[in-house]
């Protein structure tokens, strides 16, 4: 099956805000923690759901505290504390070994800084230094407090990367 193979879609959501990861955590505080202090995103908001609503909704029986977080670009990441922790994920020696959900990709400027900073607070780096994947393309993955893998994406031209934001 061909994406995007030339074909009109007949029917696309309408989307009118940036999409939002949520990270289900065991405990919310180091995540926060790690995503505000480490890597400098900014607390929007945090909220309590009753039992009622969450499992009105679907998302958990027990309520659940979350957490809105937002990137310097303007997307947003929440972190979602359930009111009965869930099990923890085996974590994968390798990133694609995971399932489904597997990274978050943060696409940046100046990776250097990016991984002394990740070294100065003590982040797993899944490699000692960026790998360059193609011609002046390099990527560096990390473990969030969790074990989430979280990459980072530096493009030598951006703009030739996604042309649709330039």
């Known amino acids: 099956m061909a994406f995007n193979s030339g074909v009109q879609q ?3 959501l309408k989307m009118v805000v940036p999409l939002e990861p949520g990270i289900v955590c065991i405990d919310i505080d180091p995540m926060l923690e ?14 309590k759901t009753t ?21 310097p670009y303007g997307e947003r990441i929440k972190l979602v504390q359930p009111g009965k922790p869930p099990k923890q994920n085996r974590v994968p020696e390798w990133v694609h070994e995971r ?14 800084g990016v ?6 607070h003590g982040v797993k780096l899944l490699s000692e230094k960026p790998v360059e994947v193609r011609e002046g393309v390099f990527v560096l ?8 893998f979280v990459e980072f994406v530096e493009y030598p031209d951006v703009s ?7």
Do not use: H
């Open 10 to 12: 007949s029917w696309s």
């Open 34 to 47: 790690f995503y505000t202090g480490v890597l400098g995103l900014t607390l929007v908001s945090d909220a």
């Open 51 to 71: 039992p009622e609503m969450s499992k009105r909704s679907g998302a958990a029986p027990y309520g659940y505290r979350i957490v809105r977080l937002q990137t």
């Open 99 to 112: 399932q489904g959900l597997a990274y978050l990709t943060f696409v940046i400027a100046g990776m250097k």
């Open 115 to 120: 991984m002394k900073r990740l070294k100065e």
């Open 141 to 148: 993955y990390c473990l969030d407090p969790e074990g989430n």
């Open 160 to 166: 030739s990367y996604r042309p649709d934001l330039y």
